[in-house]
């Protein structure tokens, strides 16, 4: 069951749907829907409800520093399916989701206000984040929508500054900075800037089935080619249907048997169901150790049955 049935996911649109007519729209990338793009999402809903709107967030594919080639490919935190069941999640009624190419890049910032914003979407508020940018060369700041949005007869918010944590951090709260905790395995630190833990989506595919002669079975998801997740071994939840589970996730290239492309493989505890070409949701909890190739199969093993007690312990399996 979808966590609002009601939500729109609308894709291109030439003029507003049905239900998203007169919106107030959120405006960002929101990879990763972390603490401050909940808030600029939180104001956006309070916003709607003062002036009896429809809330929906209006988001771009591909991310729009792929589009551009910088860094040599974004490590995505959230595809466009994952970012939608959020917004759903947070009790938005839809999601605007522009395609990023040559056309839309090369819109000046007024040009995007006006046959964007206003005529295909009819945005009846809009609401960004304190270094929210976007027209050709990044001319639509957040000072030019506060002075060209009431002209063009819109209401514009602007939300501050989100901090990493309540001890006195100025760190912002950005997609960057849990991108970079994941690529070096602090799914902890990833978890305290998302406001949840990370998580991947995906079906369960057919693998070698080499865990199952080891004696820990394990549901195989092919991971998307732009994750930089460490490699590494992970205490995880898992969620199957509504229920949750618990395990331990390796995510790597099993040096030690093949050394092949990354693969996420999750021992799920205490379970023993056939989920081939079923949707799990896996959230990294915890972070256990590194990736290893170890002398032999036997080692291996030794050393599974100690990650999965450790990560028994921490997630109190």
């Known amino acids: 069951m979808p966590p609002n049935p009601k939500f729109l996911l609308s894709i291109d649109p030439h003029r507003p749907p049905a239900g998203l007519a007169g919106a107030v729209v959120a405006v960002g990338n929101f990879d990763g829907v972390h603490r401050g793009h909940r808030a600029v999402i939180a104001r956006a809903m309070a916003l709607a409800r003062r002036l009896g709107r429809p809330c929906a967030v209006l988001t771009f594919e591909p991310h729009p520093a792929d589009f551009f080639g910088r860094g040599g490919g974004i490590f995505r935190l959230t595809g466009r399916d994952a970012k ?50 976007f027209g050709a060369g990044r001319t639509g700041t957040p000072a030019f929508l506060r002075e060209a949005g009431p002209k063009l007869g819109i209401e514009v918010e602007i939300v501050e500054k989100v901090v990493a944590d309540e001890q006195g951090s100025l760190e912002a709260v950005s997609s960057t900075a849990t991108r970079e905790a994941l690529e070096r395995g602090d799914v902890r630190g990833a978890a305290a800037l998302l406001g949840h833990p990370w998580s991947l989506t995906g079906m369960v595919i057919h693998g070698a089935k080499l865990g199952r002669q080891l004696g820990f079975p ?15 071994i992970y205490a995880v939840e898992i969620d199957l249907d509504g229920r949750r589970l618990k395990g331990v ?8 048997v093949d050394d092949g492309p990354p693969l996420l493989e999750v ?15 896996v959230f990294f909890v915890d972070f256990l150790r590194p990736e290893e190739k170890f002398e032999s199969l036997d080692a291996l093993i030794a050393q599974i049955r100690q990650d999965e007690a450790q990560a028994r312990r921490i997630l109190n399996a």
């Open 267 to 281: 021992y799920l505890f205490d379970f023993s169901d056939d989920i081939y070409g079923r949707a799990i949701e």
């Open 249 to 256: 996730a390796s995510f790597g290239r099993r040096p030690t």
């Open 218 to 232: 394990t549901a195989n998801l092919a991971v998307d080619a732009s994750c930089r997740l460490q490699h590494a």
């Open 84 to 133: 939608a069941h959020r917004m759903a999640e947070l009790g938005l009624d839809g999601m605007f989701v522009l395609t990023f190419d040559k056309d839309l890049a090369s819109l000046d910032a007024e040009t995007f206000l006006r046959d964007v914003l206003l005529r295909r979407l009819g945005a009846g508020a809009v609401v960004v984040g304190y270094d929210f940018h």
